[in-house]
């Protein structure tokens, strides 16, 4: 019964895992590739740079209108972000005209515009720019301020993929395995997933493991499987951790070394292990190789979660919410949350997200649903993103 649960899994992640631009607002909104600073020439101090910036200086005004978005050596203004992209953007910096369309897609510094921001995705893809190119593919198969156009998708999705942007490669590799815009080449799927993986990007090293675990395209590896699955829960991936402890319940080596297993992990997060708290929280929570305990698997949830486990956070926030263990506390729950989401987990962006259109500890609004929907759909979270279509509906 697990193994064949397992293999529903993979149908799922391998069809519908599709990844979206990943920047959390308190980080450099440019490419991962370019670091996680923001990065200037040597011996230009922020005046120097702004000088540069005000006598036209495209790559000046791009590095001021960053500076401005998150708040390094002046005050955080992203209108101020705004207008200085905007004039990077209209001497044709690439990397200025992303990040302009980012503000339009989001309504940060500007009212949300998705047409001007497809405009400005479009003529930095226009210039190679790997991350334009990604997104506008995006805005393409979500058709968001363009009609859905799967084949456009995967030609922006190729040409970054080409240039090694890894969340393209994923979202390719997903569409050769499905279809939709090119016709399914399961052994291409397989080379996209296998380079997306390889580039340390978490779904696809997900959804490669899968296909070892169950034999896709490839031939059955376990060793291969749970190499790729724990990366992938490395990356913060849920549903890895998940199948690993499907995995491990029905391991004949697990059943006979159960108790070993058991107190090793015990004594571990005694000693303040926090994967191994996390796991004892997921194990007293689901009932897997313990007896279930809801407060025993708060009181392990709670202390990874303080530890910063952002999957510990997020199992904390839903069992507040729903009185899971502890009385019932929503804003507790928010909280809890909101600190998972903010180190950029996607389960607990989706879950804001539902908040906020239920009215859940919060005020609805459905303007801050959709914006949390968002930024999970982007990591490749499918329930987020099959909410944000709905919520359109």
Avoid at 81 to 109: D, M, S, T, V
Avoid at 164 to 185: C, D, E
Avoid at 240 to 249: N, S
Wanted: hydrophobic share 40%; aromatic share 8%.
């Amino acid at each position: 019964m697990i193994l064949a649960r397992v293999a529903v899994v993979l149908c799922l992640g391998l069809s519908l895992g599709i990844a979206r631009a990943t920047e959390p607002e308190t980080t450099e909104p440019v490419s991962r590739s370019m670091g996680s600073e923001v990065s200037l020439p040597q011996g230009i101090n922020i005046d120097a740079l702004r000088a540069a910036a005000e006598r036209g200086e495209p790559w000046a005004q791009s590095n001021l209108g960053l500076l401005y978005q998150v708040g390094r050596g002046v005050a955080r203004d992203e209108q101020e972000a705004a207008k200085w992209f905007r004039r990077a953007a209209e001497q044709h910096n690439a990397i200025a005209q992303y990040n302009l369309a980012r503000l339009y897609e989001n309504g940060r510094g500007v009212a949300v515009d998705v047409v001007e921001a497809v405009k400005w995705y479009r003529r930095s893809a226009e210039q190679g720019y790997a991350n334009g190119q990604f997104s506008l593919g995006n805005m393409y198969l979500f058709g968001t301020g363009v009609e859905t156009n799967p084949a456009l998708a995967v030609t922006w999705f190729l040409k970054a993929a080409e240039q090694g942007h890894t969340k393209a490669q994923s979202n390719l590799a997903s569409m050769y395995w499905r279809g939709p815009g090119v016709i399914k080449n399961r052994p291409e799927s397989l080379r996209w997933y296998r380079k997306a993986a390889e580039g340390g990007e978490p779904l696809a090293q997900y959804n490669l493991g899968l296909m070892y675990l169950n034999g896709f395209g490839v031939i059955k590896d376990r060793e291969e499987a749970v190499a790729w699955l724990r990366k992938a829960s490395q990356g913060g991936v849920s549903d890895a951790t998940k199948t690993l402890i499907a995995m491990q319940t029905v391991s004949q080596a697990l059943e006979t070394a159960r108790a070993d297993f058991i107190a090793d992990m015990s004594a571990r997060a005694e000693t303040g292990d926090v994967e191994a708290q996390s796991t004892l929280g997921l194990w007293y929570e689901m009932g897997t190789n313990v007896p279930k305990n809801e407060v025993q698997a708060l009181k392990w949830h709670l202390k990874a979660a303080t530890q910063g486990h952002v999957g510990s956070q997020h199992s904390i926030g839903l069992m507040y919410m729903i009185g899971q263990g502890t009385a019932k506390n929503e804003a507790e729950g928010i909280a809890w949350f909101r600190r998972a989401a903010a180190q950029g987990s996607a389960p607990a962006q989706h879950s804001l997200g539902i908040a906020y259109q239920m009215g859940s500890g919060v005020e609805k609004d459905i303007d801050e649903a959709a914006k949390w929907y968002r930024r999970a759909a982007d990591s490749g979270y499918r329930q987020a993103s099959e909410a944000l279509v709905k919520l359109r509906e």
